[in-house]
């Protein structure tokens, strides 16, 4: 049996799709920008600039397992997921409406759970569950789509950096990464490794900081910081310098490292999904409490310390089964 | 072998996610109102009234079966219910995400004809592909959002119809329905019910003309005629009487219950997802070309000919697999 599912409780088909859709989305904290609720054909909402939109989704057993997250967490980190792309293109965030299927025979409970999860998420970074579809289907998907509010600012784009420019990153490197490792090695310790993989700590907030600073490119790093600053070099057409002496290894990374006998600079290079945002800045534009972790230089490619990173370390985030 | 899949070609894991997103994403019809295009972290669009968003989800053997629905018909589906909802606000479409998840032995093929359904959609509707994400799973699913623009215009709500209204409806009622019907028999004719079952033939256009002209209530009619005149009733506070005379009963519905012994008037009143707009309007606002079809009184429910509609004839769309 598979925790948190298909015990004794009522189920889904129990329930019903309509009376547990209106379950999930009560609690709409309402700021004023949400001009129609859910519970019609569809919401509606106020922005002040241009609207901003992104979808990601999270599937069982590719992105998750729900024996090593409980269904909050899964709610959380879909939902902060999608948020950070907003934070990346320098937007405020708004609201977000999920799609979420599940087997009939789910616990009701779990998909509550899902939505509190959600609307926690929301909550922190400032936003709202808007609307949502429940269904079903043979396993757990859970579709996201956040919208954001650039309130009359230009957005953040992946291709402005320019050579000159410094990097700067805000947020966690590696701990995603590192706690899946330990996951999938039957560990559930360092806490703060598995923890930072059940949901995410996005830097809510930071995007617009970095886009009203002056961030000439952005992104968050979910594919790995060497794969997302690769996506900023070829669409910058600029090549992106990383010092290693300039990054962070944080304890919980170096014991995982000092345990399973791996590099703890590979997490940090190239683990994805914590969603840190990092980008580039005119040097004096940088954003107090960022770190600067590299140049931008004429060319092309990422190199860490003037050399391309060892492949044999992994070049980015692979989702655990595939 | 489930026809249009595994087949010899490449496969979606041959060709890679991000490849593949590129493919489905390409063609993007730019009317001036995308400010960013796919490609960034999100995409960006601009309004002109509030923001209008809707997402629904198609399950693989819950919502369509691949043997039944070739990919082109499916995804055009997928953007046809969603953005259905928006016609229902009263809002012109704009655009819309999808999120698709498949497994990784899918044929690409099928992957790069699913998202031009998605296109040749958004097209008849005046819609745009903003964005996606491309997902493995063991299933097809494929979760959409659409995003609308009111456009200054006060959204059309579900519970703002008035006894001495006039209930109108316009496109078509039961088709849908019917094709299934035949389907699950194992026909594949009527054509025009079985076509109607793989893309419905939404009244793109007509939500606004609606909304324009004053209706009071509207909503698209996704469950069943009853069903979603139910909710209309329900969040209005008021009853509707239905006349079934008034119904159109076309050739291929008629068919189809002569051939099956089955009532044509049940695939009119029960039958889900043609995506038909049924409203409530003052007698003189009714938009040429909508069919009048009932009347709102005072009380509660929905009744046929002043009776309640016999619930063995079935009281709202089932999907073919829970």
Same mark, same amino acid.
């Given at each position: 049996?598979?925790?948190?599912?298909?015990?004794?409780?009522?189920?889904?088909?129990?329930?019903?799709?309509?009376?547990?859709?209106?379950?999930?989305?009560?609690?709409?904290?309402?700021?004023?920008?949400?001009? $129609?609720?859910?519970?019609?054909?569809?919401?509606?909402?106020?922005?002040?600039?241009?609207?901003?939109?992104?979808?990601?989704?999270?599937?069982?057993?590719?992105?998750?397992?729900?024996?090593?997250?409980?269904?909050?967490?899964?709610?959380?980190?879909?939902?902060?997921?999608?948020?950070?792309?907003?934070?990346?293109?320098?937007?405020?965030?708004?609201?977000?409406?999920?799609?979420?299927?599940?087997?009939?025979?789910?616990?009701?409970?779990?998909?509550?759970?899902?939505s509190?999860?959600?609307?926690?998420?929301?909550?922190?970074?400032?936003?709202?569950?808007?609307?949502?579809?429940?269904s079903?289907?043979?396993?757990?998907?859970?579709?996201?789509?956040?919208?954001?509010?650039?309130?009359?600012r230009?957005?953040?784009?992946?291709?402005?950096a320019?050579?000159?420019?410094?990097?700067?990153?805000?947020?966690?490197?590696?701990?995603?990464?590192?706690?899946?490792?330990?996951?999938?090695?039957?560990?559930?310790?360092?806490?703060?490794? $598995?923890?930072?993989?059940?949901?995410?700590?996005?830097?809510?907030?930071?995007?617009?900081?970095?886009?009203?600073?002056?961030?000439?490119?952005?992104?968050?790093?979910?594919?790995?910081?060497?794969?997302?600053?690769?996506?900023?070099?070829?669409?910058?057409?600029?090549?992106?310098?990383?010092?290693?002496?300039?990054?962070?290894?944080?304890?919980?990374?170096?014991?995982?490292?000092?345990?399973?006998?791996?590099?703890?600079l590979?997490?940090?290079?190239?683990?994805?999904?914590?969603?840190?945002?990092?980008?580039?800045?005119?040097?004096?534009?940088?954003?107090?409490?960022?770190?600067?972790?590299?140049?931008?230089?004429?060319?092309?490619?990422?190199?860490?310390?003037?050399e391309?990173?060892?492949?044999?370390?992994?070049?980015?985030? $692979?989702?655990?089964?595939?």
């Amino acid at each position: 049996m598979i925790p948190g599912r298909h015990e004794a409780g009522e189920t889904v088909g129990d329930v019903g799709e309509f009376a547990l859709i209106d379950q999930m989305l009560d609690g709409l904290v309402d700021d004023g920008r949400v001009t $129609v609720r859910p519970g019609d054909d569809a919401a509606a909402f106020v922005t002040e600039g241009d609207t901003v939109v992104t979808t990601d989704v999270l599937n069982e057993g590719v992105h998750f397992r729900t024996d090593w997250s409980d269904a909050e967490d899964i709610g959380a980190r879909a939902v902060a997921q999608n948020l950070a792309d907003l934070e990346a293109m320098g937007a405020d965030v708004l609201g977000v409406v999920a799609a979420v299927s599940v087997p009939t025979t789910t616990d009701a409970a779990w998909v509550r759970a899902l939505s509190a999860g959600m609307r926690t998420e929301c909550a922190r970074a400032g936003a709202t569950l808007l609307g949502g579809d429940l269904s079903s289907s043979p396993h757990i998907s859970i579709a996201v789509t956040a919208l954001g509010d650039l309130r009359g600012r230009a957005p953040v784009r992946r291709g402005g950096a320019r050579p000159g420019d410094v990097v700067a990153v805000k947020g966690r490197l590696g701990w995603s990464a590192a706690g899946l490792f330990v996951l999938t090695r039957g560990f559930k310790s360092p806490r703060a490794v $598995v923890s930072a993989y059940r949901v995410p700590e996005v830097p809510y907030g930071e995007g617009r900081r970095a886009a009203e600073a002056g961030a000439t490119s952005m992104i968050d790093v979910s594919d790995g910081l060497l794969a997302d600053l690769g996506h900023i070099a070829e669409q910058s057409g600029v090549g992106i310098r990383i010092s290693s002496e300039a990054l962070d290894v944080p304890d919980p990374l170096q014991a995982v490292a000092a345990t399973t006998g791996s590099s703890p600079l590979r997490f940090v290079l190239t683990g994805g999904e914590d969603h840190a945002l990092v980008g580039t800045f005119d040097q004096v534009d940088v954003p107090s409490d960022w770190a600067i972790i590299g140049r931008v230089a004429e060319g092309g490619g990422v190199l860490v310390d003037d050399e391309e990173w060892d492949p044999e370390e992994g070049t980015g985030y $692979v989702h655990f089964q595939r």
